[in-house]
């Protein structure tokens, strides 16, 4: 974990030999297009033709695809990884664009104008003209009721979703209260049922009424999902069982936030556990602008 | 009276096999028709072409719907069919599978439906849910369970619950006593006599036995090959049948 805050970094020239952004201009056109789509139509699955990236389907090529279509030599990039910027996931994919690219990276959500995510969406809320882009592994929510993917499109066209709630019902009947921790789907519009990428629960009422723009990237499934600015989400319910998100007895070990989702950290081989916040970047400045508040309230 | 049902030149072919050819039949609120007929004479196909469960070739099928609209359901758009069959039709299958959802509990199964058409209240699903087990005559502590522990009469009531809960007007059943012993499917059909009068519901039976039309059915349509060769009351039928394939089947039941 960095605790120094970092300046963004210094755009480069983008290596030789390779176009801007690395796909070449119609593939990135082709893959606008379908993004385009997906934002006329809020939580619906538009199917694009997925490439080949450098590096496998694990690293959240449909997310890679989506930034490397919509990136601009002014963008300044943030890529996060279970909340953090520093993990071998968030620094390959950060170290990918900047080389293909030459633009200016970022740790910092604010400074960001292009945010590709996997895990977490940042507790700094996003602004307009801002873009996140999500790593999706599994984006169809009704793959595990209809796994034929043509039923599940049937399903969506008539918006029959009964099933979904039976597993919610499921749940509540089992464990008394809906189980799912990630990926929990939502109702977009009021119209598709769309599951948000595998982000904790908490970060599900982020996404209604965001300001930004939010891209869905599934490479390997090969579709694009969006969000528009200022779309209404929905995290699925009943009435009398109303969706929770997750709350901690104690605040962050690090910066004492007290509405942040935090990471359980073992310390040492005696067990000792820490809970501090999972996005390093707001818990690094919540810790600096403590240390600034110190000399007072000491 | 208008029919509930109107079946008319109704024709279905499998390659060169006249599975159902050119049936045609009335079906009126609260009459329960049986079918009846030898293995392959195209019962279930007739069954399941009128439910829209596969593409007929020729014919009609009209609905009379719950505010007395006559719709045609060969053309009515798919999203108001699949809509339709959810609240006003049920169907209940030979086989439990095929009819239940066997990896979610039994209140899950009946709530379903519920869920289908907008409910989101968890408290009044599982309300219904006891409601339609206490009808089926299913103990409540069973609602929890998976119908896989279940014994074959319980899950056929349970089919029978899950679908009566959007309280339909019409029912199909595809052989429902089929693979049950002889004293479960006494209870069950006592059950789905009392259901039927109490519910006003209005059902097409299909069976290949005799015994089970005779108390259920108010009339009888006997199918050999695809064709419809006899129909009338029931009890008309079976006590003078004037087909010689009726005539052949009811005195194969008499013997012992
Ligand atoms: N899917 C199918 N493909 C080809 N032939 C079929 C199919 N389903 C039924 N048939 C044929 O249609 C005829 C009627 O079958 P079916 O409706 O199942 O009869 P029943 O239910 O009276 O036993 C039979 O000859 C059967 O072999
Ligand atoms: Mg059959
Ligand atoms: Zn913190």
């Not at chain 2, 499998?14 to 079906?27: G, H, P, Q, T, V």
């Not at chain 2, 979610?104 to 849910?129: M, Q």
Request: hydrophobic letters at 35%; glycine letters at 6%; proline letters at 7%.
């Amino acid at each position: 974990m960095t605790l120094s805050p970092q300046l963004p970094s210094s755009p480069a020239l983008p290596e030789p030999g390779f176009n801007f952004a690395y796909l070449d201009e119609q593939t990135k056109r082709s893959i606008r297009r379908a993004a385009l789509k997906a934002v006329a139509i809020p939580g619906h699955q538009i199917p694009f033709s997925s490439r080949e990236m450098p590096m496998s389907y694990g690293w959240g090529t449909g997310g890679v695809q989506v930034t490397a279509s919509v990136i601009g030599q002014m963008d300044t990039l943030k890529v996060i990884d279970q909340g953090a910027d520093d993990t071998t996931n968030a620094v390959n994919i950060r170290r990918f664009f900047r080389k293909v690219c030459g633009i200016n990276t970022t740790e910092r959500t604010e400074e960001a104008t292009l945010i590709q995510t996997r895990h977490r969406i940042p507790e700094t809320p996003l602004r307009e003209g801002q873009i996140m882009v999500y790593q999706v592994p599994m984006p169809e929510p009704l793959y595990f009721i209809e796994p034929s993917r043509t039923e599940a499109n049937k399903m969506h066209a008539l918006e029959e979703y009964g099933p979904v709630y039976v597993r919610l019902y499921e749940d509540i009947t089992r464990f008394g209260h809906i189980a799912m921790a990630y990926d929990y789907p939502v109702m977009v519009n009021d119209r598709y049922l769309m599951k948000p990428s595998p982000i904790p629960r908490f970060d599900n009422p982020k996404l209604h009424m965001n300001p930004a723009l939010q891209l869905f990237g599934a490479g390997r499934e090969k579709r694009i999902y969006a969000l528009p600015p200022y779309t209404k989400v929905k995290s699925l319910d009943f009435e009398d069982h109303p969706f929770t998100v997750e709350t901690w007895d104690q605040p962050c070990e690090f910066c004492g936030a007290t509405d942040t989702y935090l990471d359980e950290v073992v310390t040492d081989d005696q067990g000792s556990r820490l809970w501090i916040c999972s996005d390093t970047d707001y818990c690094n400045q919540r810790q600096q602008n403590n240390h600034l508040l110190t000399p007072t309230l000491s | 009276m208008q029919p509930l049902l109107t079946i008319d030149n109704l024709s279905k072919t499998y390659n060169s096999i006249y599975a159902c050819d050119r049936i045609s039949f009335d079906l009126y609120p609260g009459q329960v028709l049986g079918i009846i007929g030898e293995s392959g004479s195209g019962k279930s196909t007739l069954l399941n072409a009128i439910a829209g469960h596969i593409p007929v070739d020729a014919g009609e099928i009209v609905y009379c719907d719950r505010s007395g609209q006559p719709i045609n359901l060969r053309t009515l758009p798919e999203v108001h069919h699949r809509k339709l069959m959810k609240t006003e039709w049920g169907f209940v299958q030979q086989n439990p599978r095929d009819g239940l959802r066997m990896t979610v509990t039994a209140g899950a199964n009946i709530g379903e439906r519920l869920l289908d058409v907008g409910e989101r209240h968890y408290g009044n699903i599982r309300s219904e849910a006891i409601e339609w087990l206490s009808q089926v005559e299913i103990p409540h502590s069973r609602m929890d369970d998976l119908p896989s522990t279940f014994s074959g009469g319980m899950q056929q009531r349970l089919q029978l619950a899950r679908i009566l809960v959007t309280q339909p007007r019409l029912v199909l059943m595809d052989e429902p006593t089929g693979g049950l012993d002889v004293s479960v499917q006494a209870k069950l059909l006592d059950l789905m006599r009392s259901l039927v009068r109490t519910l006003h519901l209005s059902v097409i039976l299909v069976t290949h036995d005799i015994g089970v039309v005779r108390l259920l059915a108010h009339r009888l349509m006997v199918m050999q090959n695809g064709q419809v060769v006899e129909t009338g009351l029931t009890d008309q039928v079976l006590d003078d049948p004037h087909h010689p394939y009726t005539q052949q089947l009811v005195s194969a039941t008499l013997m012992p």
